[in-house]
């Protein structure tokens, strides 16, 4: 069964760092490509990053470019988004989702298994 489990949010300030992690399990990395995502309250969830399937080449949302670095860890099965320079705009939930197969792309109908959120606040 295909399990995802996001952690590593929090509460911190502009312009400060948080890494968040995404637990893989029963899956391997190569398979599938990851990506995160984040919904503030009242907006629809915002592709972030991801990572392909195969190269393990990112992709990054044009809002978080610069700023954001996804990464993962095959052999513990874990993916990883390093954010720096944090803003307010930054608050959210964020996800980890994974599709099947090797790809560029953060459009959430593309990913099948969603993992449960972890809280982002950035305060001003």
């Known amino acids: 069964e295909v399990q995802l489990q996001a952690s590593g949010g929090g509460l911190v300030q502009a312009g400060g760092s948080l890494r968040l992690s995404c637990a893989a399990s029963g899956f391997t990395l190569d398979d599938y490509t990851i990506g995160w995502f984040r919904q503030a309250p009242g907006k629809e969830r915002e592709g972030v990053s991801c990572?392909?399937?195969?190269?393990?080449?990112?992709h990054y949302a044009d809002s978080v470019k610069g700023r954001f670095t996804i990464s993962r860890d095959n052999a513990k099965n874990m993916v990883y988004l390093e954010m720096n320079s944090l803003k307010p705009e930054d608050t959210a939930v964020y996800y980890c989702?994974?599709?099947?197969?090797?790809?560029?792309?953060?459009?959430?109908?593309?990913?099948?298994?969603w993992g449960q959120g972890t809280l982002v606040t950035v305060s001003s």
């Open positions: 990572i392909h399937g195969g190269n393990g080449g990112p």
């Open positions: 989702g994974a599709a099947k197969g090797h790809l560029y792309s953060t459009v959430a109908a593309r990913y099948d298994h």
